[in-house]
């Protein structure tokens, strides 16, 4: 499995919370944590939008993609709206989280709580080449649960 190195900063005052990590030696995510002063309670229906404390710097030729908790999703009804998020590599701001609670209950963010986790990977740029046809697959323009 590949290695990269990527620089990250702690935003002023999150300097107590972990850096996103690995919860297990086979995790695709990095978990990322609430960096909220006090706490934030999200409405059922609610939504808000959550810092996690920190900023990245990543390599051209990569992409952070932020993705909900399954267990959040599951248990409370939360998750993320945009999701799954995108943090560029020219990017350079403090990673926040749009959460929003489809539960029936009002969910209270405390510091330091897992809400979401991250996903690096590498991306490609496109060049377009422009045809007037398409080579045929089985499934041609079949859509929308068509499988």
């Known amino acids: ?9 702690r935003i002023a005052g999150s300097e107590d919370l972990p850096l996103p990590r690995y919860m297990t030696d086979r995790a695709a995510g990095m978990d990322l944590c609430a960096a909220v002063a006090a706490e934030e309670t ?4 609610g939504r808000k939008k959550i810092p996690t404390g920190i900023a990245v710097a990543l390599p051209e030729g990569y992409e952070a ?3 909900p908790r399954s267990g959040l ?5 939360v998750t993320l709206l945009n999701a799954p998020g995108t943090i560029d590599a020219d990017y350079r701001g ?3 989280l749009i959460v929003v609670n489809h539960g029936d209950a009002p969910f209270v963010v405390t510091r330091g709580a897992r809400l979401a986790q991250m996903v690096v990977q590498k991306v490609c740029r496109v060049r377009w080449v422009e045809s007037d046809g398409l ?3 089985q499934r041609g323009a079949g859509g929308f649960g068509h499988t």
């Open 1 to 9: 499995m590949e290695t990269i190195d990527v620089r990250i900063r």
């Open 135 to 137: 080579d045929e697959t």
């Open 65 to 67: 993609q932020i993705r």
């Open 42 to 45: 999200i409405p059922p229906g």
């Open 94 to 96: 403090e990673i926040a």
């Open 73 to 77: 999703a599951l248990h409370e009804g």
